[in-house]
C-alpha cells in the first residue's frame, strides 16, 4: 500500500491539486477586495446621512419662500448628494473607510501600505 494515499477518498492525494482550488493568496485578496468596497460603502452612507442632516437643518432655517423648501428642489438635492457622497466616498475624503480597514485587515494587507 503506498503511503501517500489517504485512507479516506475524500481526502486529496499527495501531489495532486484540484483545478478549481483556490490559493490562500488568492483568497487573501478576494477578502481585502470584498473589505475595501463594504468600508467604502459605508463611508458614503455615512457621509449622506451627514449630507442629509446638514440639509434637513438648512430647510429648517430658512424662510419660507426660499429655495430650500421648494419640494422639487429638495429631490433634486437629494440625488445631487447621493452622488456626491459616493464620489467623496471613492476619494475616500473622510478616512472613514481607511480607518475601518485598519480595522478589520492585518497591517500587512491593508491597501497602500509597505
Known amino acids: 500500500m503506498d503511503r501517500t494515499?489517504?485512507?479516506n477518498p475524500l481526502l486529496p492525494r499527495a501531489g495532486v491539486v484540484k483545478p478549481d482550488a483556490v490559493t490562500p493568496a488568492a483568497e487573501n485578496e478576494a477578502h481585502v477586495a470584498q473589505a475595501t468596497k463594504a468600508a467604502v460603502e459605508f463611508e458614503s452612507f455615512f457621509?449622506?446621512?451627514?449630507?442629509?442632516?446638514?440639509r434637513s437643518t438648512t430647510r429648517e432655517m430658512a424662510d419660507e419662500d426660499s429655495v430650500?423648501?421648494?419640494?422639487?428642489?429638495?429631490?433634486?438635492?437629494?440625488?445631487?448628494?447621493?452622488?456626491?457622497?459616493?464620489?467623496?466616498?471613492?476619494?475616500?475624503?473622510?478616512?472613514?473607510?481607511?480607518?475601518?480597514?485598519?480595522?478589520?485587515?492585518?497591517a500587512?494587507?491593508?491597501?497602500?501600505?509597505?
Request: aromatic content about 4%; overall charge positive; charged content about 25%.
Open 5 to 7: 494515499t489517504p485512507l
Open 47 to 54: 457621509i449622506s446621512q451627514m449630507l442629509k442632516d446638514m
Open 68 to 106: 430650500f423648501k421648494d419640494k422639487v428642489n429638495r429631490d433634486m438635492q437629494d440625488m445631487a448628494d447621493g452622488i456626491l457622497s459616493k464620489q467623496m466616498a471613492g476619494q475616500r475624503a473622510f478616512g472613514v473607510a481607511d480607518a475601518i480597514l485598519r480595522q478589520l485587515l492585518p
Open 108 to 114: 500587512k494587507n491593508t491597501p497602500g501600505s509597505t
